[in-house]
């Protein structure tokens, strides 16, 4: 294959990769092997959309050196290994996808896959060992799971998924049937532990709490009531957008009259814009997996690398709207109790990308309550990967 064809098939690996939701920001990474002794890789720090030929890095398969100014992927060792490999294996992505996640933060991979999906992953698939992002310590932790059984999918613990074949359309294929089996693999542990009845991860999740709050009626959110925001300081000026309508309503961030429709929601979305002058935007996440994690009434530890990145270290629960500007001090979301999470950015890109991860780690939480209690990452490590983590963004940002 030559090598501008290479590039343009991770091009648009990178693309899909962003309109599947496998991953979010710059997370992730996509490369195509060239020949045995070349691949070229996505670069580090940069969006997938909007990514031309000269952004994608050629580097070698046998000593990772590279040319150029753009910086290939620090993952780009995993990707050499599974080439060095599989001599087969022509497109490696490396994904932050939603179950896959749910099951890295647990203490096994999934030691039985049945049907099709065998036919296609492998008979197995493996957990390779934590490591913080881009260090050697996770490139062996995903090497040493790779050499234990020939299989396409290997599940990075509290990190995402790692997923190979013969071409782009064989990798995406592999990822799409390891949330499948994932799960799977969930809902029919939840069945043998807990005896919950779930055949979906949806209900799953609102069964699951009821459970564990031991609740006879599970909490109902008024979706008509769900509101996002934004903030034009410059204006004075917030803005509350109706999820289901698309309805706007306004109110000045600084004093004067409130939003009566809104009520408390829309103070609190006033509270936190003059205690945090850094946000802009609110979404109000109220996906089944949120709200069930809301309703448990206690702080968020990080089970995943981007929810110590993105959303914080840790996210408080605050018992009602009027303390939820004072519980999201230093993060980027908060829950509410039995009503979801706020989940602010500076931007509409950095809420989205808070609502995601929210969602995904509160899918994490309750999957680790299945299986007994899940080790969160390092308090020191989940600080210092959200200090790096803001740095460097806000510096890319900036440019």
Not at 22 to 47: E, H, M, Q, Y
Not at 318 to 332: C, M, P
Request: charge should be positive; include cysteine.
């Amino acid at each position: 294959m030559d090598v501008l064809t290479a590039k343009q098939l991770v091009i648009a690996a990178g693309e899909k990769l962003v309109e599947t939701g496998l991953i979010a920001r710059t997370w992730g990474n996509v490369s195509c092997r060239v020949d045995d002794k070349t691949f070229v890789i996505t670069p580090s720090g940069k969006p997938y959309i909007g990514l031309t030929p000269d952004d994608i890095v050629e580097v070698a398969i046998n000593t990772l050196e590279w040319g150029g100014n753009v910086k290939p992927s620090s993952e780009k060792g995993i990707h050499a290994d599974v080439y060095k490999a599989y001599p087969e294996a022509g497109f490696v992505i490396h994904t932050h996808q939603k179950v896959a996640s749910a099951v890295s933060a647990l203490s096994n991979g999934i030691e039985s896959v049945a049907g099709e999906a065998a036919k296609l992953i492998g008979n197995v698939i493996h957990l390779g060992g934590y490591g913080l992002p881009g260090t050697k310590k996770l490139k062996k932790g995903v090497t040493n799971a790779l050499k234990l059984s020939p299989s396409k999918a290997v599940i990075m613990a509290h990190h995402g998924a790692l997923c190979f074949g013969k071409d782009s359309d064989e990798a995406f294929e592999v990822a799409n049937s390891l949330e499948k089996v994932c799960a799977d693999y969930i809902l029919e542990n939840a069945k043998a532990k807990l005896g919950l009845k779930s055949d979906n991860l949806d209900d799953f999740c609102t069964e699951i709490a009821d459970k564990l709050t031991k609740s006879q009626k599970t909490v109902e959110i008024d979706k008509s009531m769900l509101y996002n925001s934004t903030c034009n300081r410059e204006s004075g000026e917030i803005v509350f957008t109706n999820q289901t309508d698309g309805s706007e309503i306004s109110m000045p961030i600084n004093g004067g009259a409130g939003v009566a429709a809104l009520a408390e929601i829309a103070e609190a979305h006033r509270d936190i814009y003059n205690a945090c002058p850094k946000f802009n935007n609110i979404i109000h996440n109220a996906s089944n997996e949120v709200v069930a994690v809301s309703r448990l009434g206690k702080t968020m530890k990080p089970l995943l690398d981007d929810f110590a990145q993105i959303c914080g270290p840790t996210v408080k629960c605050a018992k009602s709207y009027d303390k939820a500007a004072k519980a999201i001090k230093g993060k980027n979301a908060v829950l509410i109790k039995d009503k979801g999470a706020l989940c602010c950015g500076a931007n509409e890109g950095d809420a989205q990308a808070v609502d995601m991860i929210m969602s995904k780690s509160g899918l994490t939480l309750l999957t680790a309550k299945v299986f007994g209690k899940s080790k969160a990452i390092n308090p020191a490590e989940a600080w210092l990967m959200r200090i790096v983590y803001t740095l460097k963004y806000s510096k890319q940002a900036s440019k």
